[in-house]
């Protein structure tokens, strides 16, 4: 469905002279596949290029090489032929909504973007009972709700539109254990309720291998190993290596 053929992405070095040409390359011939159905998960430390490659991703930003296909066709194109299509939940669930709008509205907000605003309301109340919220919060406000009811709205936002790809980018990282372990029970069965592909890009290895088929583990800007989420201790590189070692429950 994905495709991601040889990326490299720089910027402009910080504190460097105005006239300065010197980048720094953060993403360096990275190339992976994300199959219909699967969920692909990448794991990296902070300033990995994770947030970088998902935003090349969502075309928020463009590459200095490489392409990205979907279904075959440049990511630009595609999401232009394919509004609402792909979808993304991002990690700070309070700068993602707007706080002056009620849950209700956040909600349609995707809606009404695609010129759907008169369904919205027909199926809010469905998509709270999809994400296990009331729809008693429809006329609430952000400030209103816990952290984990927030990020489940976000949840519900992006899959208003029926996406058929989301992007989770550390989605769960800013939440409390037992609320990443109700959300992720929640993705693994609007995945397969929706039939939804997802990319689930995060730092933390026991969040990715409870919903993921796949892990690819990025290092500064590198690929450094692929593996099946249930022969995670076949990784041979040695970055790898050191965070499965950090995660005792793998060891078992």
Known sequence: MLEVKDLYKSYKKQGGSFFSQQKQE???????TVKKGECLGL??????GKSTLSHLILGLEKPDRGEILMEGEPIKKWLKK????MSVVFQDYTTSVN?????????AEPLHALDRGKEAKAIIGELLKKVDLSDKLMGRYPHE???GQLQRVCVARAISTRPRFIVLDEALS??????????LTLLKDLKQEMDMTYLFIAHDLQ????LCDKVLFLYKGNIVERV???????????YAKRLLASVIVFGQ
């Open 99 to 107: 706080p002056r709008l009620t849950i209700e509205n956040i909600i």
């Open 228 to 238: 099946h989420s249930t022969k995670l201790f076949d990784a041979e590189n040695e």
């Open 207 to 210: 969040t990715l291998t409870n």
């Open 174 to 183: 800013s939440l409390d254990v037992s609320i990443q372990a109700q959300i």
């Open 145 to 147: 709700l816990s952290g």
């Open 82 to 85: 394919h509004r609402g299509e």
């Open 26 to 32: 953060v993403l360096k011939g990275i190339s992976f």
């Open 43 to 48: 794991i990296g430390e902070s300033g990995s």
